[in-house]
Nanobody
C-alpha cells in the first residue's frame, strides 16, 4: 500500500522559513516524480513545485526564488525548503507522486498518489 506522509507544517511569521517533508513508502521511490501542491480555503488546489526522477525541478511563479525542492532517493523523502514566506503562502500543503506523466506537470489530476496534507500558516 502506497503511503505519502507529510510533516513539518506549522505557524510562522512573514519572512520566516519552514521545511516540509514527505516520506514515501510502498512504491519504488526513484521511479516517481514528486511534487507539492497547496490548497487555501475556498480555492482550488494549485501546483507549487515538482522534482523529476533525475532531479529536474519546476516551480510555480509564485514561489520561484523562495522555495527549493529536493529529494533523497536513499531515504524515500522529498522536501521543499520554503523561505521568505508570505501570508498568501498559507494553505494545506500536499505531497504527490507521479510515475507516468499523463497531464501537464502542474495539473493535480495527473498524479497517482497523495498525502493527507500539512497545514502551513503564515502570520502577517
Amino acid at each position: 500500500q502506497v503511503q505519502l506522509v507529510e510533516s513539518g507544517g506549522g505557524l510562522v511569521q512573514t519572512g520566516g522559513s519552514l521545511r516540509l517533508s514527505c516520506a514515501a513508502s510502498g512504491l519504488t521511490f526513484n521511479s516517481y516524480a514528486m511534487a507539492w501542491f497547496r490548497q487555501a480555503p475556498g480555492k482550488e488546489r494549485e501546483f507549487v513545485a515538482r522534482i523529476s526522477r533525475i532531479g529536474i525541478t519546476y516551480y510555480a511563479d509564485s514561489v520561484k526564488g523562495r522555495f527549493i525542492i529536493s529529494r533523497d532517493n536513499a531515504e524515500n523523502t522529498v522536501a521543499p525548503q520554503m523561505n521568505t514566506l508570505k501570508p498568501e503562502d498559507t494553505a494545506v500543503y500536499y505531497c504527490a507522486a507521479d510515475r507516468v506523466l499523463t497531464e501537464a506537470y502542474y495539473v493535480a489530476r495527473g498524479y497517482d498518489y497523495w498525502g493527507q496534507g500539512t497545514q502551513v500558516t503564515v502570520s502577517s
